[in-house]
């Protein structure tokens, strides 16, 4: 059904679960003869690959994808680019206790209500052991883009703890387990979160995702506007409950005066003196660094009992044994960075398909 499909002239439909053999997704709209091997995938699945540090899910998947289709000696064919990644290290049985229960924060109650059926293992589908193929997808999406637009994202709060931007290096983020960009709250998020799991609690997280060497030009006026589509895009990961684009929320407390980003001529071109509408001006890009934030709420598979009830009717306390984030926020930074290059490579093609170059 097209809920599993996402962009419009670069498309990917996902398939699989949690606990099944494999997920995967297709890869349509992809131009001919761009290199691509699994080599240029393989690094951002280990960047989300779970169980690399004591605060994610200690699950332990390769990751491995496999390209099927669309690519001969290297290089994509402009037919569909079909990636499987296999699921090597599934325990149902963990859930077996829960399998009639409805976990709180989870989609177990809306599944069995709109479907009658529901795989309670992991989620099943809702589970955010899908995201791996987006960030394959968006890996494909990097090569359409061209070297020219780099994209970057980091965890810049964890639990009302907020970095401090004065401290900021995108190089930092590659050097602790939270892809924070700031050494010092890096090292506070981490006694934060190891009191947190030994409680048998979770919590949330803001991410921020950069995209730089935009083209201006990308997005549409009116109802596929870039900062739109990237909304979705965001809004659309497991557990995102807000999304916002630029100074987002902050601008509201703004005045005219202070909100509007001013203009100078530099060397000829028309150049922005600031950048409060996170690089994107009437759903259109306008050259400066896209920036979109989304807040990710606490891991809702918990060790503390939380109350519910059964498919039959009846209350219950719900205890979700089982591998689990204290902080899903943390592995979302990659998937976030992939659903902005999926989003960008879509509006690059849609923008020569409309207006050349």
Known sequence: MAGNSFGELFRFTSWGESH???????????????????????PFLDKRRPGQSRFTTQRREPDEVEILSGTFEGLTTGTPVSLLIRNTDQRSKDYGEIKD??????????????????DYRGGGR???????????????????????????????????????????????????DFFCPDAETAARWAEYLDGLRKSGDSCGAVIEVVAEGVPVGLGDPL?????????????????????????????????????????????????????????????????????????VKPTSSILTPRLSVTRDGADTEVVTKGRHDPCVGIRAVPVGEAMMAVVLADHLL???GQCGG
Not at 22 to 29: E, K, P, R, T, Y
Not at 131 to 158: D, F, N, Q, S, Y
Request: net charge positive; with cysteine.
């Open 101 to 118: 229960k409805f976990r709180p924060g989870h989609a177990d109650f809306t599944y069995q209500a709109k479907y009658g059926i529901r």
């Open 126 to 176: 809702s589970s955010a052991r899908e995201t791996a193929v987006r960030v394959a997808a968006g890996a494909v999406a990097r090569k359409v883009l061209g070297e020219t637009v780099t994209i970057r994202g980091a965890l810049v709060e964890m639990g009302g703890i907020g970095v401090d931007r004065s401290r900021w290096d995108w190089d930092e983020t590659g050097r602790n």
């Open 350 to 352: 849609r923008h020569r």
């Open 20 to 42: 099944g053999p494999a997920i995967g997704c297709v890869v349509d709209g992809v131009p001919p003869r761009l290199a691509l091997t699994e080599a240029d995938i393989q």
């Open 223 to 295: 109802y596929d506007k870039l900062d739109a589509d990237l909304a979705k895009a965001m809004m659309g990961i497991n557990a995102v409950k807000a999304v916002e684009i630029g100074d987002g929320f902050a601008a509201a407390r703004l005045t005219g005066s202070q909100n509007a980003d001013e203009m100078r001529m530099r060397e000829g071109k028309p150049a922005f003196l600031g950048n409060r509408a996170g690089g994107i001006l009437g759903g259109i890009a306008n050259g400066e660094p896209v920036v979109v934030r989304f807040a």
